[in-house]
């Protein structure tokens, strides 16, 4: 696949746009789908892929190989939908440790989470944060391994980890029977990373 | 195995590499609880997928290509070939680095130069080449920061193009460095012009310290960050300056004196500072630092 894309970006830093629309069949639809979990709009979501095919036809006799393809072109969409968000992303954030992952036996919340129902479980991803939700998106929508999320991220592959947990506990928490306290939805880029 | 929690995620996704997978089957076949886990980690990424597949189909390529007719490359490309032309190619990658050099960079550099320049132009006789050895190094010193530290955006493409790391920051030391001497070098021959003295004379008062400072700010820049060098050449500027009021200490105050003098020793520790951080430079530009931030490729 991915000296399929090589190949075709080459045909795009000679300035050939049908190799342009090529990646854009390839790999618009995913792109699409994580610009849109991360802006919660269709519309900021198109402009934002849009940008992001502007950004490689420019930037296409650059690409240096030291990523995918894909794993590229994830990053500079996500750029360009942080651009829209117009508030400083996660990657910026120093304080995110990696020492959040868990250890020993799996809890109760994760059986919960196993006997949910599947559309609760999409509504509760629509109603995490954008942090977390990207980091479902790149893992399970796109399909990334850790290495490429970090990547993507600009973080150790730890903080990855420890992301996708902090994502499904939050989701096994409100998927859970009220007998606690559900957290509210969380929408806005927050600064604090929650425990 | 002890329990494989934290593969389980990429277990569920099928991106984990062949023989981890084997593994961690193996594993999850006898352990209820790692069982369990799974089970939820395969409903989280059976409800992404879903999100992601409701996903209406992009629009049309038109609508891109519509926006690539006005479109042009911001920098275009090198197409020479490379290894070819080296005085050609070399010359053409220290043209474009003033532009890519932020505006602020020259603006504060300028602003620093001009007061300098302008106290020296009207000090009595004698006192010019002081007032320059207290202005031009920080002035330098501050450029190099700016040009050499990163972080602006046509760093990014730099830093993805086919040139070398190396052969950019010495391309951006050298016009940062070259335009701060430049100006400098022009004030020292006004200031023979207005009150006597040689142009050597007048040299020996900024340049050792202009290259130390410009060394020290430089590897801090390149292996930390500009603010910092920044920070670092401003304070030593006021340890220089505070040295003149007599209120340091005697050791502290020598050690100011001798960083603002110029010495062949001077000199050459500021030789080995820029060689060391360019040879150097592969290795620190491997460091894990957040790339992307929200200003990015555009």
Redesign the interface.
Known sequence: MDDTDRSTLARV?AGD?RA??EL??RH???????A??LLGE?QAA?EA???T???V???A????G?SAVRTWLF??C???A??R?????P??VPVDSAGE??????GP???A??R?D?RA??AA??ALSPRHREV??L????????RDIAT?????EGTV?SR??Q??NH??RALAPVSEPVPGPRRGWSEEEPG | MS?P??LL??Y????LPPGSHRAVSAHVTGCR??M??L??????????????AA?????P?A???A??RS?S??VA?YRGRVGERPLVRAARLLWRQPRLIGWPVWLVCGIVLAVGIGLAAVAPPGMGGQLLAETVPLAAALAVAGACGGGDPAAE?VA???TSVRAILLARLTVALGAVFLVAFGASGLLVGLHGGTAAGVLAFWLGPMVLLSAISFTMAVIWRPMPAVAVAVGLWAGKVMVGTGGLHPVVAYVFTALWTDSVLGMAAAAGLVVATVVLLPWLSSR???????????
């Open positions: 830093a746009q342009l629309a854009y069949t618009g639809q995913a792109l699409l789908a994580y849109e979990g269709r198109e892929l849009q940008d095919f502007l950004a036809w420019r930037a006799a650059s690409f240096e030291r990053g500079i996500r750029r360009q942080l651009t968000l117009r508030r400083p992303g990657g910026t992952l868990p250890a020993g036996e799996p919340e994760a059986i989470l196993a949910a599947a479980v999409g991803i629509s479902l998106d893992a399970f929508g796109a399909g990334m391994s850790y993507v991220l600009g973080v150790p980890k996708l947990f994502a499904r989701l096994a | 329990h929690r934290d995620p990429a569920a996704a099928g991106t609880a790692c369990d886990e089970q939820a980690w395969r409903m989280v990424a059976q409800a992404t997928r879903a999100r992601s996903v209406a189909a992009p629009p390529f609508a891109i290509q926006r690539l479109a490359p911001v490309p493409l993805a193009s086919p894990p630092l957040p790339r992307y931030g929200p200003a990015g490729v555009r």
